[in-house]
């Protein structure tokens, strides 16, 4: 029979499918003996099957009975015991960490009884027993009931006034606790539940059901997390921060998630329960000073540290409370950190003997690296300070000031560049977040709210600006020196320094560019990155080449790191000026007018292919012959028409145009007369192409140029093409590879049949999405992808990430096939999934020989490969 709920002493950390991340690292510390309060967790299948039935499975109750009363014997107090109750927390906990995204209810079991109790449990602490209370009413109506939590805010000031929460006492408290009470009757029509296992069992589902939120499906989309894990449940015997002074709570790093030092770095606030940390209820202090408040815990707490960090290997994040001088560990994982702090860590892990060089890249990921090469801001340029706070998320970011997550939303739709300011943010400011460039608020930690999620997505955040007063209402925020910045106004934040700047700051490239670009590795950072692509680049299987067209595209490519180029698009070279020489073409009502168009064309062409040749220095060169519909270099249809209608005398030329251009007009130009249709309508055409990549290779000592056909559907197409490009290869004397692309379904299918004239094969993935799956992605992209993902159709563009089960069966079919035919075939992939890290591992694993993408992806895609090579399963770096 299934078992829905493990006891804390019974999982581990390797349960995060079943038990969610916080369960199974709950029961993970539990193992290693550190100070967990007892507790139990319900699967992340338990809450499967509750939102696809709509109820709780049948054993369910009885699971959670069976487990409660052990708690209770363990803890020797019953669950809201009148006299003495057990209180527990219910809280969410997902396989993926979604800070903020879900629910969580602490102190379960207080009633109009046992609050009593509580406080004679606490030897007297009336204030202690009811601010526990009103906490309930207060989390429990806001996640449980869905009640405005705003309601409950404005009461609790109404009676703290300018004081704060802590000043409030015993009778203030339990006033407080029949407002609220008040509150929920009139929002709900219904009393507070006082039944205790009514409370847990309405939580538990509450949980459940905030995995669907709002805010949590667009949490996930943001961060690709699949929509079908579900959300674990942990209920947990509650220990406690609000006791008094001698008791708080706080949230800690083992290093630092900013630069990846080692050292104490956290938050701590007395007298303090569960989410004030991080709300910024009161102003937490440095970790630090705990030690002179409480040396014990403080001790202790350090060296639990060091026991997570061994037993991890890696940065780990912590939630702790002390209660009268009892430290009590609430939660840790594998914590989230900048890009620039993995590459850090992983390196200085290596040096303190903790993993391996092959681990360390494993550590690591492309998108991380990618964020590295975000450019920063210019140094030498001028530039005017307003404040400085804390460097929560790096990147430098320009744009607009905007108050609200709403008004965020709206001009980056309008597409604006905007900066999202607040005093601190809380989770409904999601989507403001996601919309904007950048995050500043004036308040709150490297713990906050903002800190945490806009490191979780990379995006740049400076947090606890407090030299700064925002005001929302206003819509604007003011600068020592008087200075004021409305709504609009540009400013800069550098999440590196944490500093802001009124108006716009230049930016320049980054130094991990510099050093791809070929400066030598200067600081920790760069010589960490060197480190790990050394190290990614000799382990991995797959070469990495470029998509590039230029000279001025290759020689960069080439530094990036670049073995070659697998895609080079010819049909730049057929505009500008170059357009009337295809126009002529067009033209052409004879064969002799013809040729005398392509061979103005020829030389043109081989100057551009000895230029790339040049820049690759002998490495291969993939040149793909063209491939999109000649109406593309012609004028367009209505301007043309316009022209010849309103011009008094049009030219017999602008005539014909117009009759051409009307000839070649399509219904469906991706599915018309392109690609090798083209080479075989338009007689010279390929041949001038060929000639010209042949004549420019004799003359580049070394160059290696490879011929590729596009859009091929059958064999014969290629055959027919291959032979004439044999012949004048042989004419001019020069060697080359001739393939195909493989990006039409039928070439994929008869792969067997194409290999038998095609010496390599280069997958066009975004061709062959588009064909696969009927999509004409410059009209479904805008039009509907986004209503897609929302219904979870895909989780991901299949534009963006190669589509496994559809488009990578293709592939796979090809590459057996195809390899069957021809056993030295050589395989590799040019659509722009080729810089995309999840396809780079789908491409090692299907067997090619190497990915193809844009220069800047290069390092990315070099990353990935040896990450692939490295970790043959997908290791979880979210
Ligand atoms: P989140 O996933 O949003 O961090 P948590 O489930 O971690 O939510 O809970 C929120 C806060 O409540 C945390 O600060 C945690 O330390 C605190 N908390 C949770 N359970 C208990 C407990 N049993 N005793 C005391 N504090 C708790
Ligand atoms: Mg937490
Ligand atoms: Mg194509």
Request: charged share 25%; proline share 4%; hydrophobic share 40%.
């Amino acid at each position: 029979m299934a078992k829905y709920v493990y006891d804390f002493t019974e999982g581990n950390r390797n349960l995060k499918d079943l038990l969610g991340g916080k369960g199974a690292n709950l029961a993970e510390m539990t193992n290693l003996g550190l100070p967990v309060p007892p507790g139990f967790t319900i699967t992340t299948e338990a809450c499967r099957h509750y939102l696809a039935e709509g109820a709780v499975h049948d054993g369910l109750d009885r699971e959670v009975a069976e487990h409660l009363k052990a708690l209770e014997e363990r803890m020797g107090r019953k669950l809201g015991q009148a006299d003495d109750p057990l209180l527990v927390s219910v809280r969410s906990g997902a396989k993926f960490s979604m800070p903020g995204m879900m629910e969580t209810v602490l102190n379960i079991g207080l009633n109009d009884e046992s609050v009593h109790g509580l406080a004679k449990q606490a030897g007297g602490n009336e204030r202690f027993a009811w601010d526990s209370y009103r906490r309930l009413i207060q989390m429990f109506g806001k996640t449980v009931l869905g009640i405005d939590g705003d309601l409950f805010e404005d009461a609790l000031d109404a009676v703290k006034g300018r004081r704060q929460d802590t000043d409030l006492d015993a009778g203030e408290l339990q006033r407080l606790v029949e407002t609220y009470k008040g509150i929920v009757r009139e929002q709900t029509g219904k009393d507070f539940p006082t039944d205790p296992r009514e409370q847990m069992r309405l939580a538990i589902n509450a949980v459940f059901d905030s995995w669907n939120a709002p805010r949590a499906i667009l949490y996930r989309r943001q961060e690709r997390i699949p929509a079908d894990l579900g959300t674990a449940v942990n209920v947990m015997a509650m220990v406690f921060g609000n006791y008094g002074d001698d008791s708080g709570t706080g949230v800690a790093f083992t290093r630092d998630p900013g630069t990846g030092r080692q050292g104490i770095y956290g938050d701590y606030l007395q007298n303090a329960q569960g989410e004030d940390v991080v709300a910024g209820i009161r102003n937490t202090i440095p970790l630090e000073e705990l030690e002179r408040l409480d040396k014990t815990s403080y001790d202790e707490l350090v060296r639990i540290m060091e026991v997570l960090e061994t037993h991890y290997k890696d940065l780990c994040d912590i939630e702790f409370t002390i209660e009268r001088g009892k430290l009590w560990m609430l939660q840790t994982r594998v914590g989230k950190r900048t890009a620039a702090a993995a590459f850090c860590i992983a390196t200085q892990l290596v040096d303190q003997g903790l993993i391996t060089l092959d681990e360390a890249v494993t550590r690591v990921t492309g998108d991380q690296l990618a964020k590295l090469m975000f450019p920063r801001f210019d140094h030498g340029a001028e530039k005017k300070r307003i404040a400085k706070g804390m460097n929560a998320s790096p990147g430098a970011a320009v744009g607009k000031a905007v108050f609200s997550s709403e008004r965020a939303v709206e001009l980056a739709g309008q597409g604006e560049d905007v900066i999202l300011v607040r005093r601190e943010t809380n989770p409904d400011d999601l989507a403001g977040m996601i919309a904007a460039r950048g995050i500043l608020t004036s308040r709150g930690g490297k713990t906050s709210h903002a800190a945490v999620v806009a490191r979780g997505m990379g995006k740049t955040c400076v947090c606890g600006a407090e030299e700064l007063e925002v005001s929302t209402a206003e819509r604007r925020f003011t600068a020592p020196g008087g200075i004021v910045v409305a709504e609009g106004e540009v400013i800069s934040i550098d999440g590196t320094t944490g500093e802001v700047f009124l108006g716009e700051v230049p930016v320049v490239a980054s130094a991990v560019v510099e050093y791809f670009e070929g400066a030598e590795p200067a600081d920790e950072l760069v010589k960490a990155v060197d480190r790990i692509m050394r190290h990614a680049d000799a382990s991995r299987r797959l070469g990495v080449r470029a998509n590039a067209d230029t000279p001025e595209d290759a020689a960069r490519a080439r530094r990036f790191g670049a073995q070659g180029i697998g895609l080079c698009r010819t049909e730049h070279m057929f505009l500008g000026e170059r357009r009337q020489l295809v126009e002529d073409l067009v033209l052409a009502s004879t064969d002799e007018q013809r040729q005398a168009a392509l061979d103005a064309l020829e030389p043109l062409q081989k100057s551009d292919f000895v230029g790339i040749f040049q820049a690759m220095e002998g490495a291969p060169v993939t040149i793909r012959l063209i491939d999109p519909p000649l109406h593309e270099f012609l004028p367009d249809i209505t301007e043309l028409s316009v022209r010849i209608a309103t011009s008094e005398n049009p030219t017999d030329k602008d005539r014909a145009l117009l009759a051409a251009v009307k000839r070649l007009d399509e219904q469906n130009p991706m599915l018309g007369l392109r690609g090798v249709r083209l080479g075989l309508v338009i007689p010279g055409l390929f041949a001038m192409q060929v000639r010209a990549i042949a004549q420019a290779a004799k003359e580049v000592p070394g160059a290696r140029p490879e011929i590729m056909i596009p859009l091929v559907a059958t064999v014969q197409e290629l055959e027919s093409v291959r032979e004439e490009a044999v012949r004048i290869l042989a004419e001019v004397g020069v060697e080359a590879l001739v393939g195909t692309m493989i990006e039409t379904p039928r070439a994929a299918l008869t792969a067997g049949q194409i290999a038998e004239a095609a010496e390599f094969f280069s997958f066009g993935t975004n061709d062959l999405t588009q064909m696969t799956w009927g999509f004409s992605r410059d009209d479904v992209e805008a039009a509907f992808f986004s209503r897609y993902l929302e219904l979870g159709i895909f989780g991901v563009s299949p534009f963006e990430t190669l589509d496994r089960e559809g488009v990578g069966r293709l592939v796979e079919l090809a590459v057996q096939e195809g390899r069957a035919t021809r056993p030295d075939l050589h395989l590799g992939i040019c659509g722009e999934h080729g810089g995309d890290p999840d396809s780079v591992h789908f491409c090692h694993e299907a067997g090619l020989d190497y990915v193809s993408c844009s220069p800047f992806r290069i390092p990315v895609a070099r990353l990935e490969a040896g990450r692939a090579a490295l970790s043959e399963t997908d290791s979880d770096t979210r």
